[in-house]
């Protein structure tokens, strides 16, 4: 599994197969035991034993090791993708269509024919993978079509909603 892990503003690839870690593409000899407290691991590296004590927040890792606390994001492939998915949405790819990012099911719609919307403003709810995503304005305008309803499973690329942008 690829994970990129980003501790002060530098990002680093940290790939996990079997038993063998790769760390910015360098094998290195690591090795993590699981206490009974789950925010707090026995982290092994080069031979050297060191607790390590990790919260999550909203938005990334509260990571103490070794004296020294850190916030440090974590990705993942499926993390990037969706990131990517969201910012190609909310980008709208420069059109007032509104298409799916990813499949899934539309849990609510927020507007109507004939609203008025806002760059950034949520359009709609769409669930994937037991995850909420606000589906947002990727140009303001007036709302032309829904095609959509709540309860309704649409595709990847799925035609959602026409934005009529302002002459």
Not at 95 to 111: T, W
């Amino acid at each position: 599994m690829k994970y990129w892990v980003t501790v002060s503003g530098k990002t680093i690839l940290v790939e996990v197969n079997d038993a063998t870690v790769f760390v910015g593409g360098r094998e290195v000899d690591a090795a993590i035991d699981v206490t009974r407290d789950p925010s707090i691991v026995n982290l092994t590296t080069g031979g050297l034993r060191n607790v390590c004590a990790a919260v999550r927040t909203d938005s990334a890792w509260i990571v103490s090791l070794a004296g020294e606390t850190a916030s440090v994001q974590v990705e993942t492939d499926r993390s990037r993708r969706l990131a990517t998915a969201r910012a190609g949405a909310s980008k709208g790819r420069g059109s007032g269509l509104v298409r799916a990012p990813m499949p899934g099911l539309v849990l609510r719609v927020d507007v109507s024919e004939g609203d008025e919307v806002s760059v950034g403003d949520g359009i709609l709810v769409l669930e994937a993978m037991k995850m909420e995503n606000v589906i947002k304005a990727a140009v303001g305008g007036r709302v032309t079509r829904v095609h959509v309803e709540p309860g309704a499973t649409v595709e990847k690329a799925a035609l959602l909603v026409d934005i009529e942008e302002p002459s």
